[in-house]
């Protein structure tokens, strides 16, 4: 499995940034995709993460409300919707795949993409 993140750039703060991952190398009805970020100095976050059979979502609470996740199966790629950007939120955003739980743990996911950087402006 392969997965490559895109659309990481500086943006003004209270914007807004849509972030790309895409998956590719098995078959997906069976997995879950999650995003998370890791700022300089700070552990990996959990963000989102949906399920690719049924589009179940897990937020975490510090984004609810500012972050929608979405999905274009005829393009296996896992849309991060982002609003209200914050300076805080800068960091190195990753997709990640689990076994289909969209787990809201770092540790269910074993299949990670490179991560893509995204600096927010005061």
């Known amino acids: 499995v392969q997965l490559v993140e895109s659309g990481g750039r500086l943006v003004q703060a209270g914007g807004s940034l849509r972030l790309s991952c895409a998956v590719s190398g098995r078959t997906f009805s069976a997995v879950g995709v999650g995003w998370f970020r890791q700022a300089p100095g700070k552990e990996r976050e959990f963000l989102v993460a949906i399920t690719w059979s049924h589009r179940l979502t897990h937020f975490a609470d510090s984004v609810k409300g500012r972050f929608t996740i979405s999905m274009d199966t005829a393009q296996n790629t896992v849309y991060l919707q982002m609003n209200g950007m914050k300076p805080e939120y800068t960091a190195i955003y990753y997709c990640?795949?689990?076994?289909?739980?969209?787990?809201?743990?770092?540790?269910?996911?074993?299949?990670w993409g490179k991560g893509t950087q995204v600096t927010v402006s005061s």
């Open positions: 990640a795949v689990d076994s289909g739980r969209a787990a809201q743990t770092s540790e269910a996911y074993y299949y």
